[in-house]
């Protein structure tokens, strides 16, 4: 699908010229002791890393620009960028970074007064935000509409990976899906099940799958809007597998996620005595919530993806936040990291189950998008990508293909 999209070399001669590059630095955000705003985990800066070398050795004059959490279009000081743009400083040195672009509301709006304001000086436009590319707002799809523009590095391989997967993936070809909103997902799963030997899935949105089939599922998140769709995609294509057991926690208790507000919240990891976290079957009773997958499940799961050529997760196996229903998410990150087929996690949530075992070397690639992964992997476009197939200097019937592939 990178087809029809200009990249780097597609931009001409840049020396001199002022390129603004939009970057996915919605990075994680921690506090010092002493209160101060540090970024947590910098993957995202480093990957834009290529795409700014290489402008650079092109002689271009570069303004980056990201956006950062979600201020709700008006400047608020607990989401500027001061700490990535300490963090950028660090790893690549006098690049501009401009303030959060959601601190306007032209930029979800996308107005395109915001998008005339943005390449205000600017000769270029560069995409590497491949995180945020399924939304159309003004800095992902209006700068192409005016320069000549090109998806980045990053971009490109992200769009090569992924539609990678679509095209030609070694078999079996297993899909591992987890997360909380099944809403979100049905899509994706119902398009990649047409492709995939098998899709397993876990999860909270496990539940709504488990309770269109007849299960009980106790008190575990569900959605009724959906018990349809989840039975339909049981029937056809019929290769997906779902959790066989779960780990549960005990009606009124809290996760470590919920609030602490009242005195039954016991959240802490430390009521692992029995009477508020219970293994249960197929079925859930009542007031209980399954926040985990078990370990039937775990063996289950991770024997299909140790056997597969290639491996695609997104989201978590259970409430991983909560150490107490960590297990699954872990046993599945090793089982994708022990695969000697091609892996590739995506999501924020497997990435950073991912990282927090140090098991990134081990994956073949790790995507930086969640909802723009699913959204490629659905539809087979983003709307950025649409908008660098329309500017000015692309070339409808190229067949351009990242460095990586050359
Ligand atoms: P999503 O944004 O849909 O990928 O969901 C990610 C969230 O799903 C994480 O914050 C998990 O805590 C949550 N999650 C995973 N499994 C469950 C579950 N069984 N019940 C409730 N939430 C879950």
């Known amino acids: 699908m990178i087809r029809g999209v200009p990249l780097l070399e597609d931009l001409g001669d840049i020396e001199g010229k002022h390129v603004l590059v939009r970057v996915d630095f919605n990075v994680p955000i921690t506090k010092t002791p002493a209160g101060e705003r540090v970024v947590a985990d910098d993957f995202r800066i480093r990957a834009a890393l ?12 570069i303004t980056a620009c990201t956006h950062l959490g979600r201020p709700g279009g008006k400047p608020d000081p607990a989401f500027d960028v001061s700490p990535v743009r300490a ?8 690049i501009k970074l401009l303030e959060n672009l959601r601190f306007s509301p032209g930029e979800e709006g996308n107005d395109p007064e915001f998008v005339l304001e943005l ?3 600017q000769d270029a436009y560069v995409n590497d935000a491949f995180g945020s590319s399924h939304r159309a707002h003004a800095s992902v799809v209006g700068p192409p509409k005016y ?5 980045g590095r990053l971009m490109a ?17 297993v899909v591992v899906i987890g997360g909380a909103k099944v809403k979100d997902k049905l899509g994706v799963v119902r398009s990649l099940a047409a492709r995939a030997d098998t899709v397993l899935v876990g999860g909270g949105m496990a539940y709504t799958f488990l309770r269109a089939l007849g299960h009980s599922i106790g008190a575990s998140i569900v959605d009724p809007t959906r018990f349809e769709d989840c039975a339909e995609l049981m029937r056809s294509p019929g290769n997906l597998l779902l959790p066989v057991d779960s780990k549960a926690l005990a009606p009124d208790r809290k996760l470590s996620t919920e609030s602490q507000g009242d005195s039954s919240g016991t959240g802490d990891g430390s009521d692992t005595d029995g009477t508020d976290v219970k293994l249960c079957g197929l079925d859930i009773p009542d007031g209980w919530r399954g926040v985990d997958i078990g370990p039937a499940t775990i063996v289950l799961f991770s024997d299909v993806v140790a056997s597969a050529g290639t491996v695609l997760w997104n989201g978590p196996m259970g409430v991983f936040e909560d150490e107490r229903f960590a297990a699954g998410t872990k046993a599945i990150a090793e089982a994708v990291a022990g695969c000697p087929g091609r892996t590739v996690v995506g999501g ?13 070397d081990k994956i073949g690639f790790v995507s930086t998008g969640g909802g723009a992964s699913l959204e490629l992997l659905e539809f087979g476009d983003l709307p950025g990508l649409a908008a660098l197939r329309a500017a000015p200097n692309a070339r409808p019937d190229s067949h351009n293909e990242p460095e990586a592939a050359r």
């Open 157 to 173: 391989r992200e769009v090569e990976v992924l539609t990678g997967l679509l095209d030609a993936p070694a078999k079996p070809f």
């Open 147 to 151: 320069l000549p523009s090109a998806a």
């Open 119 to 121: 390449i205000k000086g």
């Open 50 to 61: 290529p795409t700014l070398t290489w402008l650079r050795e092109h002689g271009a004059e």
């Open 87 to 94: 963090r950028l400083d660090d790893l690549m040195p006098g």
């Open 348 to 360: 924020g949530d497997s990435v950073a189950a991912v990282s927090q075992l140090g098991l990134e």
